[in-house]
């Protein structure tokens, strides 16, 4: 199973950074895409004439716009600061207001060559383009190498910010010069602006790595980097979501499997692997034999499928594998749970007939629809990635493979965006993209349709004819990386996690030691059901215990004191709300039974309702 990569060439970790330049993380908004790529792409030319009037010795490299901003990369010899983007600001506003037109002229090459002729940057570029003449903009006094569009003129921009400062490597090869990349972001309006802005202030504040080290979920180490460990609290968050999956799984008829994570690689050499993902990879020496360990968890599925004749009758067969794979990411671009080396795949390999693929691949979009409403994500998108430069497979097979899975697409009445090149090697691909309460989305779930990985393989089935024939064979995953999929959701939460997936699901508040005992005896009856209980007997207020439960993100406080004794009763305090805007808030439910509580426990996590 391939997953997408991010194109993210930064050599630093800022959350910020990788919220706005990672699309597959992105913020949207409800101006039209074209009209603010244009925008953004406009304000990235005035960020840089104020660079360059601030700083007349920089030279700059590429400035495009990104989803919902820009960036530029310069090189300048002096370290910029925040500091220092408050006067590029102030800079920006006064050449907006002189209203300066964006004004495009077509020159010959030779003349770009000598118009840039200080920076090495634009040359490389002017060299690389194919046409006898290269395109320029020029805004006031600053011209750069640029196709275009943009806007009429600079007073179009009525709300922008810059964000932040990072590093970027030159064309994101580490092996080029680290350049300054300033990252901005313009709107149409100044509302507009302020609510990506809160959106962003709220997405850091809800930053996955530092909630799952508060919450004590998981933790990385220097030791082990992109590596991360998952502690008691951490699997249990994972064990609920995993004992979901598998319940799903086992309603639609896969068989679970297990592979080895290391492979001989004679047999990436087959797949396909070795020529077109190797640089992804990490290899091993057995007994002086060269071996592979899996980046992907299809080549093992496909030996199961060898370990025995095959019939049609036996299909479709449907095999889910939890596969531990590792894959080589570059330091630069680790960032927690979202981009690691090593992940579970929440993988499945269908070897069918031809005339069962639509049916097969909708039963499939129905799981993950069904699937991903369970954790609250009830707005998504699909996307088509076709064909890319490096594959395996003749046109024929591509041709054949793209037109079902379009049709299935529109079979199901679906919208979808085209990604032509983005495919798998093997196979083009369905991609899902889920949205979260801060309007970014995330690629997950993807349906991918393989006819030559059978073929490359040999694999067999006796037909109804007593012939030989080849299989297809779809690859998928629903949550795609379970480790990413844990990210996505305490980002989505806040942390605030619904009850059936909170590690703590109540915790008992005694006022003193003299309310242990009735306290105990409430926390057995909640134990015997199971449920996931704590008593906090510490000796301090009661005000100070509800503030570390609300800090511990626990969905159901009990309260024990001298009237809940005497009523025989307990009190309640709980989430409002496990939506985006009632986060951290409680409503206190007084003189409740026991039993009543067990019931309403029950009725929400058996349900796995978001809201208790």
Same mark, same amino acid.
């Given at each position: 199973?391939?997953?997408?990569?991010?194109? $993210?060439?930064?050599?630093?970790?800022?959350?910020?950074?990788?919220?706005?330049?990672?699309?597959?993380?992105?913020?949207?908004?409800?101006?039209?895409?074209?009209?603010?790529?244009?925008?953004?792409?406009? %304000?990235?030319?005035?960020?840089?004439?104020?660079?360059?009037?601030?700083?007349?010795?920089?030279?700059? =490299?590429?400035?495009?716009?990104?989803?919902?901003?820009?960036?530029?990369?310069?090189?300048?010899?002096?370290?910029?600061?925040?500091?220092?983007?408050?006067?590029?600001?102030?800079?920006?506003?006064?050449?907006? !207001?002189?209203?300066?037109? /964006?004004?495009?002229?077509?020159?010959?090459?030779?003349?770009?060559?000598?118009? /840039?002729?200080?920076?090495?940057?634009?040359?490389?570029?002017?060299?690389? @383009?194919?046409?006898?003449?290269?395109?320029?903009?020029? %805004?006031?006094?600053?011209?750069?190498?640029?196709?275009?569009?943009?806007?009429?003129?600079?007073?179009? *921009?009525?709300?922008?910010?810059?964000?932040?400062?990072?590093?970027?490597?030159?064309?994101? !090869?580490?092996?080029?010069?680290?350049? %300054?990349? *300033?990252?901005?972001?313009?709107?149409?309006?100044?509302?507009?602006?302020?609510?990506?802005?809160?959106?962003?202030?709220?997405?850091?504040?809800?930053?996955?790595?530092?909630?799952?080290?508060?919450?004590?979920?998981?933790?990385?180490?220097?030791?082990?980097?992109?590596?991360?460990?998952?502690?008691?609290?951490?699997?249990?968050?994972?064990?609920?979501?995993?004992?979901?999956?598998?319940?799903?799984?086992?309603?639609?008829?896969?068989?679970?499997?297990?592979?080895? @994570?290391?492979?001989?690689?004679?047999l990436w050499k087959i797949s396909g692997h070795w020529d077109n993902y190797k640089e992804n990879m990490y290899f091993v020496k057995i007994d002086e034999n060269d071996y592979a360990i899996k980046p992907m968890n299809c080549v093992g599925a496909i030996l199961i499928y060898k370990s025995k004749q095959r019939s049609y009758r036996d299909f479709p067969l449907r095999f889910a594998e939890l596969g531990l794979v590792h894959r080589h990411e570059k330091s630069g671009v680790l960032h927690g749970l979202f981009r690691v080396r090593s992940f579970t795949q929440d993988d499945a390999h269908i070897f069918c007939l031809e005339s069962q693929l639509e049916n097969e691949i909708i039963k499939i979009m129905e799981l993950i629809d069904r699937?991903?409403?369970?954790?609250?994500? !009830?707005?998504?998108?699909?996307?088509?990635?076709?064909?890319?430069?490096?594959?395996?497979?003749?046109?024929?097979?591509?041709?054949?493979?793209?037109?079902?899975?379009?049709?299935?697409?529109?079979?199901?009445?679906?919208?979808?965006?085209?990604?032509?090149?983005?495919?798998?090697?093997?196979? #083009?691909?369905?991609?899902?993209?889920?949205?979260?309460?801060?309007?970014?989305?995330?690629?997950?779930?993807?349906?991918?349709? $393989?006819?030559?990985?059978?073929?490359?393989?040999?694999?067999?089935?006796?037909?109804?004819?007593?012939?030989?024939?080849? #299989?297809?064979?779809?690859?998928?995953?629903?949550?795609?990386?379970?480790?990413?999929?844990?990210?996505?959701?305490?980002?989505?939460?806040?942390?605030?996690?619904?009850?059936?997936?909170?590690?703590?699901?109540?915790?008992?508040? #005694? *006022?003193?030691?003299?309310?242990?005992?009735?306290?105990?005896?409430?926390?057995?009856?909640?134990?015997?059901?199971?449920?996931?209980?704590?008593?906090?007997?510490?000796?301090?207020?009661?005000?100070?215990?509800?503030?570390? =439960?609300?800090?511990?993100?626990?969905?159901?406080?009990?309260?024990?004191?001298?009237?809940?004794?005497?009523?025989?009763? *307990?009190?309640?305090?709980?989430?409002?709300?496990?939506?985006?805007?009632?986060?951290?808030?409680?409503?206190?439910?007084?003189?409740?039974?026991?039993?009543?509580?067990?019931?309403?426990?029950?009725?929400?996590?058996?349900?796995?309702?978001?809201?208790?």
């Amino acid at each position: 199973m391939e997953f997408n990569k991010l194109n $993210d060439s930064n050599s630093t970790n800022s959350s910020v950074s990788n919220l706005i330049n990672n699309s597959n993380n992105n913020l949207n908004n409800n101006s039209n895409d074209k009209n603010l790529d244009i925008l953004n792409h406009s %304000t990235s030319h005035v960020m840089a004439s104020a660079i360059k009037k601030l700083y007349p010795q920089v030279k700059f =490299a590429i400035g495009p716009s990104i989803k919902n901003g820009f960036y530029y990369d310069f090189d300048l010899d002096k370290a910029i600061t925040p500091d220092d983007l408050v006067l590029i600001e102030k800079e920006m506003k006064s050449i907006i !207001n002189k209203n300066f037109k /964006f004004e495009q002229n077509r020159i010959s090459k030779k003349e770009a060559l000598e118009l /840039f002729k200080d920076n090495p940057y634009k040359i490389e570029l002017i060299n690389e @383009i194919d046409d006898d003449y290269v395109s320029i903009y020029k %805004t006031g006094d600053f011209t750069d190498l640029c196709a275009g569009p943009h806007i009429e003129s600079t007073s179009q *921009i009525k709300a922008f910010k810059l964000l932040n400062i990072a590093g970027a490597y030159w064309r994101g !090869n580490e092996k080029n010069k680290m350049l %300054t990349r *300033i990252y901005g972001t313009a709107f149409y309006s100044k509302e507009d602006l302020k609510d990506y802005l809160e959106k962003l202030e709220l997405a850091k504040r809800s930053d996955h790595r530092v909630l799952g080290k508060n919450l004590e979920l998981f933790t990385f180490n220097d030791e082990a980097p992109g590596f991360p460990f998952f502690h008691p609290k951490g699997m249990i968050l994972q064990n609920e979501i995993l004992k979901y999956w598998r319940s799903e799984h086992e309603k639609e008829g896969y068989n679970e499997i297990k592979t080895p @994570i290391i492979l001989s690689n004679e047999l990436w050499k087959i797949s396909g692997h070795w020529d077109n993902y190797k640089e992804n990879m990490y290899f091993v020496k057995i007994d002086e034999n060269d071996y592979a360990i899996k980046p992907m968890n299809c080549v093992g599925a496909i030996l199961i499928y060898k370990s025995k004749q095959r019939s049609y009758r036996d299909f479709p067969l449907r095999f889910a594998e939890l596969g531990l794979v590792h894959r080589h990411e570059k330091s630069g671009v680790l960032h927690g749970l979202f981009r690691v080396r090593s992940f579970t795949q929440d993988d499945a390999h269908i070897f069918c007939l031809e005339s069962q693929l639509e049916n097969e691949i909708i039963k499939i979009m129905e799981l993950i629809d069904r699937m991903y409403k369970v954790f609250g994500f !009830n707005d998504y998108h699909v996307e088509l990635s076709t064909r890319p430069l490096k594959r395996i497979g003749s046109d024929d097979v591509w041709d054949k493979a793209e037109d079902t899975l379009k049709s299935v697409i529109e079979t199901k009445n679906l919208s979808y965006k085209i990604n032509e090149g983005e495919g798998a090697f093997y196979g #083009p691909k369905i991609d899902f993209h889920i949205k979260d309460c801060l309007d970014r989305t995330w690629q997950c779930a993807t349906i991918q349709l $393989d006819f030559s990985m059978p073929q490359k393989f040999d694999l067999e089935y006796t037909g109804q004819d007593n012939e030989k024939h080849k #299989p297809v064979m779809i690859h998928r995953v629903v949550l795609g990386s379970i480790e990413r999929f844990i990210g996505i959701l305490i980002e989505h939460y806040s942390g605030n996690l619904p009850p059936w997936l909170s590690p703590v699901q109540v915790i008992i508040l #005694p *006022i003193s030691d003299k309310y242990y005992a009735y306290a105990f005896d409430i926390y057995n009856k909640l134990k015997e059901k199971n449920y996931r209980v704590e008593i906090d007997n510490r000796i301090e207020s009661l005000n100070k215990k509800i503030r570390q =439960a609300e800090m511990q993100k626990i969905p159901y406080m009990i309260v024990i004191g001298e009237n809940e004794i005497k009523t025989n009763t *307990i009190t309640i305090r709980k989430k409002l709300s496990f939506t985006f805007e009632n986060k951290g808030k409680t409503q206190d439910l007084k003189e409740i039974t026991i039993d009543k509580f067990l019931d309403i426990l029950q009725d929400v996590i058996e349900n796995k309702k978001i809201k208790p």
